[in-house]
Structure formats: structure tokens, C-alpha cells
């Protein structure tokens, strides 16, 4: 059986980042914190905490129910779009909306069914950034119409941090789609890659924190 160091075993990219009581979080929600319940001492063999947080802080899943009164939890949502390969594209300093021109470079045939975008050169994991990248509605469009499944990004929303109607949500919502935010895509080469990104299995919430990986093909 191959080992992580064997030469057949595939390479990990962890692009999740730390979840901590120093998280950024959009403004208006839940920060991480956490308190000890049980702590190992006298009488108890075992640390146990309580975790507050808003599903959002971290990478993150969302869920119909974000951005639809009548959308389904995280807990009713099919895996299958979090899981399987994945295209990782460039878009870095590409401004306050991801256009098609920012991305077109990359979008050969076959097109996988996951596409996430990286922003950034360096993800702002300790801080909040009121001037996010996102996309334009008419690139998920595109990628919706090109079959894709899921979009991905390295920033902490799909739509502008003061948007009020998330245009890009509405589209995901009206198209089908399902969405990852808060990636860390700094070390990740332009390319294709197996995605997971299991969101748990929260039959109330509206999003889910997820651990997302990606794995060389």
C-alpha cells in the first residue's frame, strides 16, 4: 500500500485556511471562540470544548438556504458536486469582479465540472477584506452553460462584500450550482486537480465549514 512519502502516492494541497478566534469574518457575523467544558485533571481524563462560530468563518460551503428562503440546508445537499477534478485558474489582480477575459485563457475543453479561481497572491487569512474580488453573474453563466457544478474562490464572497442583491448567488441559486468560499489557492499551480470538500452535515444550516483539499490527478 503506498505511503505520503512513496514515489505512487499523490500529492495533498491543503487550501483551507486556520480557523481561529483571530479568523477574519464578513462583518455582522458569529467569530470564532471557543471555551473548555471539561479539561484533563483530577477526576477527568479527557479535554472537552464548546466551539461558537458562524459557518461561514473558514472555507465554506454554502447552502440554497443562504440565499433562498425556500433553499434546501448544507445537511440536504448531494456531496457530489464537492467531490471529483477540478480546474484551478489565475485570475490574480483581476479587480472587483472575475470577467470572462479574466479566465477564458484557462477554460480549454474538457471543461471539469469544479472550477475554482484564485485572486490573491497572498490570501488575506487574518484579515478582513472589504475589497474582495468576485465574479461577474455572466461568468457563472458561462460556466454554468459550459456544465459546470461548483465555483470556488479565494475570497470570502461570490458577489461584493456590500452587494445586497448577490447577483452571482442568484445565478448559482437559479442555475443549480453549488459554491466554495474562503479558499487558500496561494501555493496551487494553475491546473487540474481532484477536488474534496465535504461539507458536514448540518440538517439546519445554512453553510457548512469544510476541510478542502486537493489532490494531483
Not at 486556520?18 to 471539561?38: E, I, L, M, N
Not at 485572486?119 to 465574479?135: C, K
Not at 442568484?170 to 486537480?193: C, F, H, K, S
Amino acid at each position: 500500500m503506498p505511503t505520503p512519502s512513496s514515489p505512487t502516492a499523490r500529492r495533498l494541497w491543503d487550501i483551507s485556511p486556520p480557523v481561529h478566534a483571530g479568523s477574519p469574518v464578513f462583518p455582522g457575523d458569529t467569530a470564532y471562540s471557543q471555551q473548555w467544558c471539561a479539561t484533563i485533571g483530577p477526576g477527568c481524563p479527557v479535554n472537552v470544548s464548546a466551539i461558537t462560530m458562524s459557518p461561514h468563518v473558514g472555507a465554506h460551503a454554502d447552502a440554497p438556504l443562504h440565499y433562498d428562503a425556500k433553499g434546501a440546508t448544507i445537511g440536504d445537499v448531494s456531496l457530489d458536486a464537492f467531490l471529483g477534478p477540478c480546474r484551478v485558474i489565475h485570475a490574480i489582480g483581476c479587480g472587483t469582479l472575475i470577467t470572462w477575459e479574466h479566465i477564458a485563457h484557462a477554460v480549454s475543453s474538457p471543461l471539469p465540472q469544479r472550477v475554482l479561481v484564485r485572486t490573491y497572491e497572498h490570501m488575506p487569512v487574518d484579515r478582513w477584506d472589504a475589497q474582495l474580488a468576485a465574479y461577474a453573474p455572466g461568468t457563472i453563466e458561462r460556466l454554468a452553460d459550459l456544465g459546470v457544478l461548483l465555483v470556488g474562490i479565494d475570497t470570502a464572497s461570490i458577489d461584493p462584500a456590500d452587494s445586497k442583491t448577490l447577483d452571482s448567488h442568484q445565478v448559482i441559486r437559479r442555475r443549480g450550482l453549488r459554491v466554495l468560499e474562503n479558499l487558500v489557492l496561494d501555493a496551487v499551480p494553475e491546473g487540474d486537480y481532484e477536488l474534496i470538500a465535504l461539507p458536514l452535515k448540518l440538517t439546519t444550516a445554512d453553510a457548512s465549514p469544510v476541510r478542502a483539499v486537493l489532490r494531483a490527478l
